[in-house]
């Protein structure tokens, strides 16, 4: 044996024993998943609701046909088995939000510029319409504080501010050019925050809630931030960029950057959700089929849970650490997923 095919074994050896190394080195897996749910509609978002114990889920009929009669799912916590469905007839549901004081569901009917607000007792709904012909909104979010609603719109650039208890759009906070995407409230400090895709500076937009005013904007200098989770505790902000593949966080008293966490290449984190009581973010990681789990304290990836479709949105039972997740189904190129169209039920083990 020559000296040169010593060495290339030795290596060969050597990368074996590091491979093990780090295999015997993981951590066992602290998450299962307990449940898959397949739905007769293209999934989009989902929220959880501690109350009933039930998961809502929107998203149209295939084909986004505007002549047929949609519906929200509601699923069982437990074993997610279709306990009921909600009509909403011809307007395409995409974006959902819960209103967990009032018991009422907000769904974003993104085509029609409307959003239903809906009364989970009685399935009463109130169709309320945009104030602007060409929006084009996306997320929805809740301040149960104040019973206010908001809508990001990123056809007309601004934030629809809903009064809950009227079920009527109140007013708009705007900035000229933005292409707001993302969106969230911290009702304790006053704040909404929007991402903005329309530069690559990757601008958050903080409006103070009280007055409608945007007061400033942090930079992530990522392209397009999409979606934002918080730490209201810590007072940071948890911003999914799926161009650039990192979760970043941000100082919320400052607007500084603390850290990026770069989750791989292609992976295309969305949806995401904090756990307050176990200091942990989830996210959903698109083009890799997957849902990371970071630790917020050390911003490392401790796990990775292949959804075997496209993870979309997060929802979080504060209570057990439950996470439910929506998986979408591939576009009209894309390979088809075994999981797509699906809502998954994950389990924390440790908690």
Same mark, same amino acid.
């Given at each position: 044996?020559?000296?040169r095919t010593s060495l290339f074994l030795c290596a060969c050896a050597l990368q074996g024993v590091i491979a093990f190394g780090q295999e015997?080195?993981?951590?066992?897996?602290?998450?299962?998943?307990?449940?898959?749910?397949?739905?007769?509609?293209?999934?989009?978002?989902?929220?959880?609701?501690?109350?009933?114990?039930?998961?809502?889920?929107?998203?149209?009929?295939?084909? /986004? $046909?505007?002549?047929?009669?949609? /519906?929200?799912?509601?699923?069982?916590?437990?074993?997610?088995?279709?306990?009921?469905?909600?009509?909403?007839?011809?307007?395409?549901?995409?974006?959902?939000? &819960?209103?967990?004081?009032?018991?009422?569901?907000?769904?974003?009917?993104?085509?029609?510029?409307?959003?239903? %607000?809906?009364?989970? *007792?009685?399935?009463?709904?109130?169709?309320?319409?945009?104030?602007?012909?060409?929006?084009?909104?996306?997320?929805? =979010?809740?301040?149960?504080? !104040?019973?206010?609603?908001?809508?990001?719109?990123?056809?007309?650039?601004?934030?629809? *501010?809903?009064?809950?208890?009227?079920?009527?759009?109140?007013?708009?906070?705007?900035?000229?050019?933005?292409?707001?995407?993302?969106?969230?409230?911290?009702?304790?400090? *006053?704040? =909404?925050?929007?991402?903005?895709?329309?530069?690559?500076?990757?601008?958050?937009? +903080?409006?103070?809630? %009280?007055? #409608?005013?945007?007061?400033?904007?942090? *930079?992530?200098?990522?392209?397009?931030?999409?979606?934002?989770?918080?730490? &209201?505790?810590?007072?940071?902000? /948890?911003?999914?960029?799926?161009?650039?593949?990192?979760?970043?966080?941000?100082?919320? $008293?400052?607007? $500084?950057? +603390?850290?990026?966490?770069?989750? #791989?290449?292609?992976?295309?984190?969305?949806?995401?959700?904090?756990?307050?009581?176990?200091?942990?973010?989830?996210? %959903?990681?698109?083009?890799?089929?997957?849902?990371?789990?970071?630790?917020?304290?050390?911003?490392?990836?401790? @796990?990775?849970?292949? !959804? @075997?479709?496209?993870? $979309?949105?997060?929802?979080?039972?504060?209570?057990? #650490?439950?996470?439910?997740?929506?998986?979408?189904?591939? #576009?009209?190129?894309?390979?088809? +997923?075994?999981?797509?169209?699906?809502?998954?039920?994950?389990?924390?083990?440790?908690?």
């Open positions: 044996m020559n000296k015997q080195d993981m951590p066992d897996m602290n998450y299962e998943i307990a449940h898959t749910q397949k739905l007769p509609n293209e999934v989009y978002q989902l929220v959880y609701n501690p109350t009933n114990h039930k998961v809502y889920v929107a998203g149209p009929k295939k084909g /986004f $046909n505007r002549e047929a009669e949609n /519906f929200i799912y509601e699923l069982d916590g437990g074993d997610l088995r279709i306990t009921d469905s909600i009509s909403v007839g011809k307007n395409l549901p995409f974006g959902i939000a &819960l209103n967990n004081k009032t018991q009422t569901l907000y769904v974003g009917h993104s085509l029609q510029n409307a959003i239903s %607000a809906i009364d989970i *007792q009685s399935k009463k709904q109130t169709l309320i319409p945009g104030a602007h012909a060409k929006s084009k909104i996306r997320e929805l =979010v809740v301040d149960e504080s !104040t019973n206010k609603i908001y809508v990001s719109d990123h056809g007309n650039p601004s934030i629809w *501010q809903v009064d809950g208890n009227t079920n009527t759009h109140e007013k708009s906070l705007s900035h000229d050019k933005a292409y707001l995407l993302g969106l969230n409230v911290d009702s304790q400090r *006053q704040k =909404v925050y929007g991402t903005d895709g329309q530069d690559m500076k990757g601008n958050i937009l +903080v409006f103070n809630s %009280a007055t #409608g005013e945007m007061e400033k904007s942090f *930079q992530t200098w990522s392209y397009c931030p999409m979606n934002i989770a918080l730490d &209201l505790k810590a007072n940071r902000l /948890f911003v999914s960029q799926s161009n650039d593949n990192n979760i970043t966080v941000v100082d919320g $008293n400052t607007g $500084n950057i +603390v850290d990026k966490v770069y989750l #791989g290449y292609d992976t295309s984190p969305i949806g995401l959700a904090y756990d307050a009581a176990n200091e942990l973010i989830y996210t %959903a990681n698109r083009s890799k089929q997957e849902v990371a789990i970071i630790d917020a304290k050390t911003y490392k990836v401790i @796990e990775r849970i292949p !959804t @075997e479709g496209l993870p $979309n949105t997060i929802s979080l039972d504060q209570k057990t #650490g439950t996470i439910y997740v929506t998986n979408k189904e591939a #576009g009209r190129n894309g390979e088809p +997923v075994e999981n797509g169209n699906t809502v998954m039920k994950i389990n924390y083990k440790r908690g």
